[in-house]
């Protein structure tokens, strides 16, 4: 059974950073590397939409609205997508998703961002 676990959210300054974790388990690490892998983002009343994402050949495509301040990077060996953010600000603020997708895809529980002074 394939679980995703996101981890490293939490309460943050404006302008300041967190790091988000998603460690895949029941995938072996040969398995995972052909995932591509994305991390979304939800606020109450809207649509969850896609923050940044990473194929299995370490393609990356992000948000207009994170660009520069986001990076998203995977450790294959390890089984596990990071999202680095930068610079964050109030309008970040919301629940991050990790999204594993191949043949099928799959959801983490999200983990709570919130960018507050």
């Known amino acids: 059974q394939v679980q995703l676990v996101e981890s490293g959210g939490g309460l943050v300054q404006p302008g300041g950073s967190l790091r988000l974790s998603c460690a895949a388990s029941?995938?072996?690490?040969?398995?995972?590397?052909?995932?591509?892998m994305g991390w979304y983002r939800q606020v109450p009343g809207k649509h969850r939409e896609l923050v940044a994402r990473?194929?299995?050949?370490?393609?990356?495509n992000y948000d207009d609205t994170v660009k520069g301040r986001f990076t998203i990077s995977r450790d294959n060996t390890k089984s596990t997508v990071y999202l680095q953010m930068n610079n964050l600000k109030p309008e970040d603020t919301a629940v991050y998703y990790c999204n594993a997708e191949l043949v099928y895809t799959y959801w983490g529980q999200g983990t709570q961002v919130t960018v507050s002074s």
């Open positions: 029941g995938l072996a690490a040969l398995i995972f590397s052909r995932y591509n």
């Open positions: 990473i194929t299995s050949g370490r393609d990356t």
